[in-house]
């Protein structure tokens, strides 16, 4: 008869609790694991296009807006964040934590093809000095899916251009703001870019691409492709130049500031092999070997995580019936942060920094439930040896979720859409209470 791990593992231990001594060594495999380090870096993420408002010169903007767009609904004002950065800084600060993530909207700072605006790079001067000045670590993504409309209308990541121009930005915008920024990354996500496709229903693809179009016939130009897109004509042509930009974002970014830790934000599930012969590797080498074996060189990956997969030889097998589900319907599983991180360390072989985790769900107290269980096991992992710099929580607060618009809620804080005041969900306070609780010397 066959044994699973499972058994296997059930088995032992109950030979060991036969014996006084092996009691002992069980014990200490069970036992929770100790603090995180005095330096880890605890944060909160949030992205510009997201939360900042009117965010007019951008790609989605424009989609958003267009007849026959696919979003369920414009990003508007969003959370007014363009105004009120200080209010969110401080709702961090609030929580104990150490950092803040937040990313450059490239169509503020470079609205025309070469035309950077001095004024939008001060806004974010000031943001990353003001995040300082109240001892939050400024972790800046130079470009969270959003290109400027000019960039998507030449093609966007298609464009055999688009790395020496998204160069060119970062180049910009590291001269003006390297000095004060932590950790930066150069893209959010870039794996999957043109990869979805094979992940999600047809009829969402189909959407995206009638919108493309919509786009590019208001335009004029033979093609729109925002930075976002779920379609893509030629997946292997977009992730071939994502990957040179990255190469030479970070080039541009270092040249500036050679002691600047850079690195990739990678969208990562925890790949799980149901049996042998199973899909798993074949899809880790699909969705993110190329990446991971990039980030080789750089100084850190950038993990997010939201879900695990369980993958049978034929496709990925359901969840568990009595699984908790986030608002999509997918399992929300507390030991998936952990399986990602392993994987991108196993594979990138430097350290790990969450730059997102958490859970899009109306009932929080999966939220609060999750947290506290994923850093647990995060902790175990970094106490197996896998080096992990800090973690992220996506997000500081409600905002718009891309086509799901403000429907799908990821936040610590809620979001009144009228009067942009942000309250803290009691999973926020969970958050602040675990770091308190489980950090050295705190
Ligand atoms: C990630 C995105 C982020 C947010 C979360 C829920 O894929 O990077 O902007 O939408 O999902």
Redesign the pocket.
Known sequence: MAIDRRTFVAATTAGLAMSAAPRAMAKAVKAPPGPFPADFIWGAAT?GH?VEGNNINADCWLLENVKGTAYSEPSGDAANSFELWRTDLELAKNLGLNACRFSLEWARIEPEPGQFSVAMLDHYKRIIEGARAMGLRPIVTFN??TTPIWFAARGGWMNDEAPQLFARFCDKAARHLAAGIDHATTL??PNLAGLLQLLLPSGLLEADKAMAAAAAAKLGVPAFLAGNAIYQPDPVKVQANLRAGHTAGKAAIKAVRGDLPVGVSL?MLDDQAAEPGSLRDAMREKLYNAWLRLAQTDDFVGV?NYERSIWGKKGKLDPPADARRNIMGAEVYPASLAGAVRYAYEVAKVPVMVT?HGV?TDDDTIRAWLIPEALTHLKTAMDEGVPVKGYCH?SLIDNF??GFGYKFH?GLHTLDRQTFARTPKPSALVYRDYIKSHTAGA
């Open positions: 992205a997201q969270h899916f959010n996500e969208a997010q997102e899009g996506w979720e891309w990821y």
